[in-house]
């Protein structure tokens, strides 16, 4: 391994990822004049994956160490309705982390009166790229996400929002199991 798993001195173990203000574009809109759900999820999917940068494992990981995170269950929960020109963010923080999972929550936030639009919670896998097999973190990234999770799911939750997902105990895969086929 060569990078180092401490956070970024800018961000600290209870902040809640924000990202920069996005726009809903036209090109989002479907039949009902509002923003689509697959659009959500998109969202969700790329603004997600750019936050978790900030965590150490977003692209920089991926390309410098092999290994990627697999997302293997979402529960979306859409509230508020976004239509064309509406400003968003997304905020990111960790429910939960074990030594190969780890559960994150999700926002969709209006960015002009930080009103939740959409949750959706994120179960993933620590995958190494080259064998396509769910493998351990590195252990000070383990510990530092446990850590990060312990902060941050001590955050109140969005109004209204109950969670859905939850790290199960996860028994060890019996041999010649373990692959991440299917996930992605």
Do not use: C
């Not at 970024?8 to 809640?16: N, V």
């Not at 697959?38 to 603004?47: K, M």
């Not at 429910?95 to 969709?108: F, G, Q, V």
């Amino acid at each position: 391994m060569t990078q180092d798993h401490a956070l970024p001195p800018d961000i600290l173990p209870s902040d809640i990822l924000l990202s920069g203000v996005h726009t809903v574009d036209e090109s989002w809109i479907d039949l009902y004049g509002h923003m689509n759900m697959v659009r959500y999820v998109a969202l969700f999917d790329e603004v997600g994956y750019a936050l978790m940068e900030r965590w150490g494992l977003g692209e920089t990981y991926t390309r410098d160490e092999g290994f990627g995170l697999f997302v293997v269950d979402v529960a979306v929960h859409y509230r508020r309705e976004l239509r064309a020109g509406t400003p968003l963010q997304v905020a990111l923080r960790l429910l939960d982390a074990d030594d190969k999972r780890l559960l994150s929550l999700l926002e969709i936030r209006r960015a002009d009166d930080g009103t939740v639009a959409a949750t959706m919670e994120q179960l993933s896998i620590h995958v190494d790229l080259g064998t396509r097999k769910v493998t351990p973190f590195p252990p000070a990234l383990a510990e530092r996400l446990r850590a990060l999770a312990a902060v941050q799911s001590a955050h109140p939750l969005p109004p209204r929002h109950r969670r859905r997902l939850h790290l199960a105990p996860n028994p060890s895969p019996a041999p010649g199991e373990g692959g991440a086929e299917g996930a992605g």
